[in-house]
């Protein structure tokens, strides 16, 4: 079973505060990715993954930046955290040659900046 | 403009009823289709994969309009454990998701 895990499930941070949000999947998969998931606005993508050392930016990555020093881990980190990075944030990972369409994601990370 | 609108629902049904969901996206150049189910408080599962001739899994069916870009869903004898936010996705050489219809399914 394909296990994706994230640091926090909570996390509370003060305006400026740099954040970093880790992310593990056990599976060996090339591809990872980190959403935020805003009520009516759906899972927007910030930064993807294809491999060690790779990255490249989704829709909103204003903000944010990533690490992928190893393959089972993608960092997402908020330099200056503001309040509009309140969101539930979502680490997910997709094998390559896994069923077609499939991202695996983890139990999400709700992130209150104050 | 988004490029994946649903509507948000909530669509209240009782056990036993079919519902459809629709979908629309914005860019013809879409290439694969999705739908995941979200239940509350819980990560995103994909449901199925929605090819250009339909495709069944069940209770479940899945179609693809190219020409007015629509998607749709349709679930035939509801249970309650269908109840869930069901997310549809664009791939458009990376995931668009839309912000997820509500199903209630009620006894």
């Known amino acids: 079973d394909v296990k994706v895990t994230q640091s926090s499930r909570y996390l509370v941070k003060r305006t400026g505060e740099k954040v970093f949000l880790e992310c593990v999947q056990d599976m060996d998969h090339e591809n990872m990715f980190w959403y935020r998931q805003d009520p009516g606005l759906g899972l927007r993508l910030i930064y993807f993954s294809y491999d060690v050392k790779m990255k490249e930016k989704g829709d909103i990555p204003e903000g944010y930046s990533v690490s992928r020093e190893k393959k089972e881990r993608f960092s997402l980190i908020l330099e200056s955290a503001s309040t509009n990075q309140t969101s539930m944030y979502l680490c997910?990972?997709?094998?390559?040659?896994?069923?077609?369409?499939?991202?695996?994601f983890g139990p999400g990370t709700r992130l209150t900046v104050t | 403009r988004k490029e994946v609108e649903q509507d948000p629902g909530p669509f209240n049904v009782p056990e036993g009823a079919t519902v459809a969901f629709n979908c629309t996206y914005s860019n013809s150049a879409s290439q694969s289709f999705f739908w995941y189910r979200q239940d509350c408080r819980k990560e995103p599962k994909l449901l199925m994969s929605?090819?250009?001739s339909g495709n069944e899994d069940g209770r479940f069916t899945a179609q693809l309009n190219r020409a007015s870009q629509y998607i749709s869903l349709l679930i035939r004898d509801s249970k309650l454990s269908d109840s869930a936010t069901y997310l549809c996705v664009v791939n458009l050489n990376k995931f668009y998701f839309g912000s997820g219809t509500k199903l209630n399914v009620k006894p």
């Open positions: 997910a990972s997709e094998s390559l040659g896994g069923r077609w369409g499939e991202q695996y």
């Open positions: 929605v090819y250009s």
